[in-house]
């Protein structure tokens, strides 16, 4: 049993690249869901999805794009990277009740520049 | 104004001492989260709750809907207990909304 699988740890990007921030889940879990983490913001909500099929935005959504084509992965593309998107990116997973703990990944910390 | 406050910013104790962190909210919320994030990122989720109290070792936290207030108390605090302790609400139906971090440092 993984956990939450995030990858890759690290990652340089020039201005204007593309990439996919990976997240898995064997937990059979409902929710997951990606952060951004900012000096002197804390955690912010990018996307999040409560089922396979189904996404919603958050408070940051612009310049990020998500699909949950299955219940076990939950990728973040960035389309065309720019400086304000140098951060510490986290995915969280739960069963999605008001019981559930959230299972976070150890997360990636993306620099773009 | 944050959605989301947190108090203190930092806090510094020593060995032993009781700790409070406190958590207020200005939004209609379905549940409470307490997460602690270590110095090495690592986040993991200490406490959920909707209602009344929950206890998990030296850990308590409480909530008080009405109040829109929540605290995390740690109980005989050790230099492992050093790290930042975040609140975040569930709005709807899995919104989350972070409060910015308690740092806490426990000296020996």
């Known amino acids: 049993n993984a956990g939450v699988t995030q990858t890759p740890k690290f990652q340089v990007l020039k201005t204007g690249q593309s990439m996919t921030l990976q997240c898995a889940q064997d937990?059979?879990?409902?929710?997951m869901s990606w952060y951004r983490q900012d000096p002197g913001m804390g955690l912010r909500l990018i996307h999040y999805?409560?089922?396979?099929?189904?996404?919603d935005q958050g408070e940051v959504p612009n310049g990020y794009n998500v699909s949950r084509s299955t219940t076990e992965d939950f990728p973040l593309r960035l389309l065309s990277a720019a400086p304000s998107q140098t951060s510490v990116y986290f995915c969280?997973?739960?069963?999605?009740?008001?019981?559930?703990?959230?299972?976070f990944g150890n997360g990636t910390r993306l620099t773009v520049t | 104004k944050n959605e989301v406050e947190q108090s203190p910013q930092n806090l510094t104790a020593q060995e032993g001492e009781f700790i409070t962190i406190n958590c207020s909210y200005s939004?209609?919320?379905?549940?409470l989260h307490w997460l602690q994030q270590h110095p090495g990122g690592g986040i993991v989720s200490l406490f959920m709750?909707?209602?009344g109290k929950k206890k998990h070792g030296r850990l308590i936290a409480t909530i008080n809907i009405q109040e829109k207030h929540s605290s995390l108390h740690i109980t005989a605090s050790h230099p492992r207990d050093s790290a930042v302790y975040i609140c975040?609400?569930?709005?709807?139906?899995?919104?989350?909304?972070f409060g910015q971090g308690t740092r806490l440092t426990i000296n020996p």
């Open positions: 969280a997973s739960s069963y999605g009740d008001r019981s559930s703990p959230l299972h």
């Open positions: 937990m059979n879990h409902e929710y």
């Open positions: 975040a609400v569930i709005q709807g139906a899995q919104k989350l909304v």
């Open positions: 709750l909707s209602s």
């Open positions: 999805s409560v089922g396979a099929g189904i996404t």
């Open positions: 939004v209609g919320i379905s549940a």
